[in-house]
């Protein structure tokens, strides 16, 4: 009987396939070893397959795309509802399979392999950024063991470096030298690592027209800009603004019943990558409109006034979730709105 929806559970080496025909029989149970996979699929007629979106799942939908399958990615959250019980490879894809068939379901775009390796650059520096501070971290520790401090901040490190380059000096022993020449070397090498990434992230970014476009909002930078492009296939797959928010997780998490709706903090869906450098962005923003004066700072300086910073820092990065998508969505650069005393007077 010819298979219709097939629900393929992926793994390292083995993986699992269930198939039904139209009518909702179950017609294929199969285990498949890696190298078997693409001739499996490349016989079998074109179908609806689903996967569970993983590392490597946006590899295989594209390689089994090109024998004319239908591939859908599911969040492996929305599956664990199908699993009737136990945890077995069997039954994660006798799941997917029920999942991928329902019409209300959610789906996650299939990225390019462009996008991945834009996606790779991103999470290239910001592993190595997490290891200089843990680093940066140790370095100051090590040297506050005797006595010496240096002022916060990573560039402020230095200055505990230049101490060892003082020979002479009888503030260090010896074997401390010798530990903290290998981290401070460690350290400059992940510093011109880090900006290597970097020169090639901006790079990309100079060459994207639509990165282009949202580096003019405000506290968006090339970094934050070329991350969401690689990360958003296509803006249209959100139904409204305010959906792509709560994509990121920027959206308070509901918890209503009984016709009584309660508000709390918010959700930490999505990407926390994306919503991370929002923040860091809104947070920028903050700072400088601290310094200018009440009618042109605007929203967020009548926002400060009744909220803490930290607040209003996820309220700016909500907005400014929703100002991307617009811009994603129609194609158009940022404008800034105009101040409320030339409006009146522009009226007048």
């Not at 350290?187 to 476009?213: M, T």
């Not at 803006?235 to 990121?248: D, T």
Request: glycine share 6%.
């Amino acid at each position: 009987m010819q298979v219709s929806t097939i629900g393929l559970d992926l793994a390292k080496q083995v993986f699992q396939v269930h198939g039904v025909n139209a009518e909702g029989a179950v017609v294929l149970r199969r285990r498949l070893r890696r190298p078997e996979v693409v001739k499996f699929f490349s016989m079998l007629p074109s179908c609806l397959i689903g996967i569970e979106a993983c590392a490597t799942a946006h590899h295989w939908a594209r390689e089994l795309s090109r024998f004319g399958h239908e591939v859908k990615l599911i969040p492996p959250s929305y599956v664990k509802a199908y699993v009737k019980r136990g945890k077995t490879d069997a039954a994660d894809a006798e799941a997917i399979c029920e999942a991928v068939s329902r019409p209300s379901m959610r789906f996650v775009p299939l990225k390019s392999a462009e996008q991945q390796s834009a996606l790779m650059l991103h999470r290239g520096r910001d592993l190595l950024v997490r290891q200089r501070t843990m680093l940066v971290n140790a370095v100051r520790g090590h040297f506050a063991e005797f006595g010496i401090v240096a002022p916060q901040g990573v560039r402020r490190v230095g200055e505990l470096a230049a101490l060892l380059i003082e020979e002479d000096a009888t503030t260090l022993p010896p074997l401390a030298r010798q530990a903290l020449r290998v981290l401070l070397a460690q350290l400059q090498a992940l510093d011109d690592q880090i900006a290597n990434l970097e020169a090639a992230v901006i790079a990309s970014h100079r060459d994207n027209e639509a990165s282009r476009r949202l580096a003019s909002i405000p506290g968006v930078g090339p970094i934050t800009a070329s991350a969401i492009v690689a990360s958003v296939a296509n803006a249209h797959q959100f139904k409204s603004a305010r959906h792509f928010a709560a994509w990121l997780g920027l959206t308070p998490r509901s918890y209503s019943t009984g016709g009584k709706e309660r508000l709390g903090g918010i959700s930490k869906q999505g990407d926390p990558y994306l919503r991370r450098l929002l923040v860091t962005g809104a947070t920028c923003v903050i700072r400088y409109a601290r310094r200018k004066a009440p009618g042109e700072a605007g929203w967020v300086k009548a926002l400060l006034a009744r909220r803490p910073a930290r607040l209003v820092s996820v309220a700016l990065a909500n907005k400014m979730a929703r100002i991307v998508w617009a811009l994603l969505v129609r194609g158009n650069t940022y404008q800034a709105p105009a101040p409320a005393a030339t409006m009146t007077a522009a009226t007048t």
